[in-house]
Each structure stands twice: as C-alpha cells, then as structure tokens.
Nanobody, 120 residues
C-alpha cells in the first residue's frame, strides 16, 4: 500500500504563490504522479500529472501557464509550483500515483491532502 503525505498548503492573496510537496512511500515509484483538488461541495478534479521520466506532463486547462509539476525520483517526491493563484484555486489538494491519470483518479486511497485558500 502506498503512503502519500502532502504538504505546503496555506492561505494567500490572489496573485500569490505556493509550492506543494507530496512524499510517496510503500511501493515502487515508477508510475505517473499527479495532483488533484477538491473544493467544498465539488467532486475531486484532476490538476496535473507527470510521468516517471518527466517526459510526459499534463495540466487541466485552467492552470496551464500558472502551475508547474515536477518530481524528484531520488526523494520519491512530487511538487506543484502554483503561481498567479486565483480564488477559484481554493481547494484541498491531493496527490496520487498510478500507471495512468484515470487510475489515479479512480484510486480508493488518498492522503490527508493540504488546504490551499486564495483570497481576493
């Protein structure tokens, strides 16, 4: 069973930046790593994903140009640099790992997440 520990969230004003981290342990770190978020009353949604090599990276349209995903395989850690934050980015952010984005999204296991709050 994989263990996922997210950190780095906080409260910022619109236009600010945050850097999220997710440390994974418990199984081979050779899959996609991804970030998802869930706002109150909403379903969890995909934010960004990166392949093991870093050669394939995907973002949801609303964060393109503002968020950057990266990973350090030696540390089993994935990062999400979030710039130009908007109030609509407010959510609990979660990471996950798996062979595809769909697999990650359908996972039954999630970490505790990290809260990001952006005020206008």
């Amino acid at each position: 069973q994989v263990q996922l520990v997210e950190s780095g969230g906080g409260s910022v004003q619109a236009g600010g930046s945050l850097r999220l981290s997710c440390a994974a342990s418990g199984r081979t770190f050779s899959s996609y790593m991804g970030w998802f978020r869930q706002a109150p009353g909403e379903e969890r949604e995909f934010v960004a994903a990166i392949s093991w090599s870093g050669g394939s990276i995907y973002y949801r349209d609303s964060v393109k140009g503002r968020f950057t995903i990266s990973r350090d395989n030696a540390k089993n850690t994935v990062y999400l640099q979030m710039n130009s934050l908007k109030p609509e980015d407010t959510a609990v952010y979660y990471c996950n790992t798996g062979p595809s984005i769909a697999t990650m999204k359908g996972s039954d296991y999630w970490g505790q997440g990290t809260q990001v709050t952006v005020s206008s």
